[in-house]
């Protein structure tokens, strides 16, 4: 199955978001753009190690394309904010679209511009390639989920 990396603030809410879509067939929460190998959610919150807070999405291609994870990203962050979501505030809170392959990144690329034509603003958030993405540690996983809790945002 393929998978989308997205980071739009605080991982929880849209780890949420994306486990309610149509398609999606699993989801895990972690971190990935940042230069420390294997980081603890102390060290990305401390916002030294570049990472940001990510919803690592499973899909099934038959049900829900990319294209639609991307307008569900879109339609549930401020893009034109940097480094923050909310009350969420630093790096680790960037808004970004990990891209797993050329055509990920083609396909991000034409959804961003697509959205920028809508906006007054300037969008912040990036496109990058993914080159790792840490699992969080398990008490972050399905956390709303879990405890009934809700996000700030």
Request: with cysteine; glycine share 8%.
């Amino acid at each position: 199955m393929p998978k989308a990396s997205l980071a739009m603030g605080c991982f929880w809410g849209p780890e949420k978001l994306f486990r309610a879509v149509d398609g999606v067939t699993d989801t895990a929460v972690g971190y990935a753009g940042g230069h420390v190998q294997n980081p603890t959610y102390r060290q990305v919150c401390q916002g030294d190690t570049g990472h940001a807070e990510v919803v690592q999405i499973e899909y099934d291609t038959n049900a829900v394309s990319y294209e639609q994870l991307l307008d569900v990203f879109w339609a549930n962050h401020d893009p034109s904010t940097r480094d923050r979501q909310g009350p969420d505030r630093g790096s680790q809170y960037r808004c970004a679209i990990f891209t797993h392959d050329d055509a990920q990144a083609e396909a991000a690329r034409a959804s961003l511009a697509r959205h920028q034509e809508t906006l007054t603003r300037e969008v912040a958030t990036r496109i990058e390639p993914l080159e790792a993405f840490y699992k969080a540690e398990e008490h972050h996983q399905r956390y709303l989920e879990r405890t009934g809790s809700a996000c700030a945002q």
